[in-house]
Every structure is written in C-alpha cells, then in structure tokens.
Nanobody, 123 residues
Framework: QVQLVESGGGSVQAGGSLRLSCAAS????????MAWFRQAPGKEREGVAA???????RYADSVKGRFTISKDNAANTLYLQMNSLKPEDTAMYYC?????????????????WGQGTQVTVSS
C-alpha cells in the first residue's frame, strides 16, 4: 500500500524559507508523477508544483521563481524548497502521487495523498 508522509512544515516570517519533505513507500511503479498541493482555510485546493519520474517539472504561476520541487529517487523522497515566503503561502501542504506520467496540477488526477503539513507565514 502506498504511503506518503509529509514533514518540514512550521511557522516562519515573510521572506523566510522552509523545506518540505514527503517520504514515499509501498509503491513499485516505474512510471509516476508526484506533486505538492496546498489548501488554505476557506479556499480551494491549489496545485503548487509537479514532477515526473524523469525530472520534468511544472509550477503554479504564484510560486514560480520562489519554490523548487525535487526528488531523491534513492531515498524515495519528494522535496519542496520554499524561499521568499509570503503570508499568502500559508496553508496545509500535501504531497500526492499517481502511477502515470502527468505533470498536472489538478488534484483529481492524483491517486495517493499524504496527511499534510502546515505552513504558516507571518507578516
């Protein structure tokens, strides 16, 4: 069974940085995509960044130039480096995985989800 466990969230002041991690286990897919999503209270879920098994990436316009998605295949871990954080980045962040080549930022396309990690950015 696929399990995704996020970590690295926390509270930071505007302009600061955080690095989120997502440890993945229980999958043997050779084709897959992974992504980070976020959801703030009262708002819809938003796709943040996606990456394929070959390393192709895609970002939401709101985070381009500030966030970087990457993965460590040996460690089965997905990362999201977040720099120049803004108060509007405050949300619960989730990682997701799907056994297809997607590179999409639509939540409905991803089969497996983690429980989330909270990021709070104060002004």
């Amino acid at each position: 069974q696929v399990q995704l466990v996020e970590s690295g969230g926390g509270s930071v002041q505007a302009g600061g940085s955080l690095r989120l991690s997502c440890a993945a286990s229980g999958y043997t897919y050779t084709t897959y995509s992974m992504a980070w999503f976020r959801q703030a209270p009262g708002k819809e879920r938003e796709g943040v960044a996606a990456i394929t098994m070959h390393g192709s990436t895609r970002y939401a316009d709101s985070v381009k130039g500030r966030f970087t998605i990457s993965k460590d295949n040996a460690a089965n871990t997905l990362y999201l480096q977040m720099n120049s954080l803004k108060p509007e980045d405050t949300a619960m962040y989730y990682c997701a995985l799907d056994p297809r080549w997607l590179l999409l930022l639509r939540g409905d396309d991803y089969r497996y989800w983690g429980q989330g990690t909270q990021v709070t950015v104060s002004s």
